[in-house]
T-cell receptor
């Protein structure tokens, strides 16, 4: 069974631009969560989707948005990029809507210059 | 609110034991433990539900003290493969809330 796939693996953008990250969950998983990881801060929760509905949202500005499609694939978008948005963005999938075992992707490393 | 992990970092020799603690100021429903090796995705270790349940995974086990709102991860007879950053994730209230992770504990096992 294929794992969680995130694309692209690396991204370099400049301030003010926008970016879209993609996540394909494990086949059969209907829940997708997104986390931002920066050195020393651990994993900061961004949002969680289940069956195309956003169930929870973290304390991030409105520049961060996401969505989930009917095939459970998910995208997150960051508009008007700032230097502080540089981070590893991790996507995790699970079978159901509750906090079960999460399967993480390798992440997208975003660098904002 | 983000749980607090201690210590922030620890260095062990092969065969030594270690304990990693995770504390929260909120009433907890569950505690989740993950390990992330350098450059890799976090990998699930175990979930503990309120009730003081202790779980084990080979030589890695954990406990959950509901009254103290804390969990401890025990690594016995450490191996080189145990090196990585360990994260606890907590779920508060009655569940169905986002998993909030601590800042992590960096564990290095040396020969």
């Amino acid at each position: 069974k294929a794992g969680v796939t995130q694309t692209p693996r690396y991204l370099i953008k400049t301030r003010g631009q926008q970016v879209t990250l993609s996540c394909s969950p494990i086949s059969g998983h209907r829940s997708v969560s997104w986390y931002q990881q920066t050195p020393g801060q651990g994993l900061q929760f961004l949002f969680e989707y289940f069956s195309e509905t956003q169930r929870n949202k973290g304390n991030f500005p409105g520049r961060f948005s996401g969505r989930q499609f009917s095939n459970s694939r998910s995208e997150m978008n960051v508009s008007t990029l700032e230097l502080g948005d540089s981070a590893l963005y991790l996507c995790a999938s699970s079978l159901g809507p509750t906090n079960e075992k999460l399967f993480f992707g390798s992440g997208t490393q975003l660098s904002v210059l | 609110q983000q749980p607090v992990q201690s210590p922030q970092a620890v260095i062990l020799r092969e065969g030594e034991d270690a304990v990693i603690n995770c504390s929260s100021s909120k009433a907890l429903y569950s505690v989740h433990w993950y390990r992330q090796k350098h450059g890799e995705a976090p990998v699930f270790l175990m979930i503990l539900l309120k009730g003081g349940e202790q779980k084990g995974h080979e030589k890695i086990s954990a406990s959950f003290n509901e009254k103290k709102q804390q969990s401890s991860l025990y690594l016995t007879a450490s191996q080189l493969s145990y090196s990585g950053t360990y994260f606890c994730g907590t779920e508060s209230g009655s569940g169905n809330t986002p998993l909030v992770f601590g800042k992590g504990t960096r564990l290095s096992v040396i020969a």
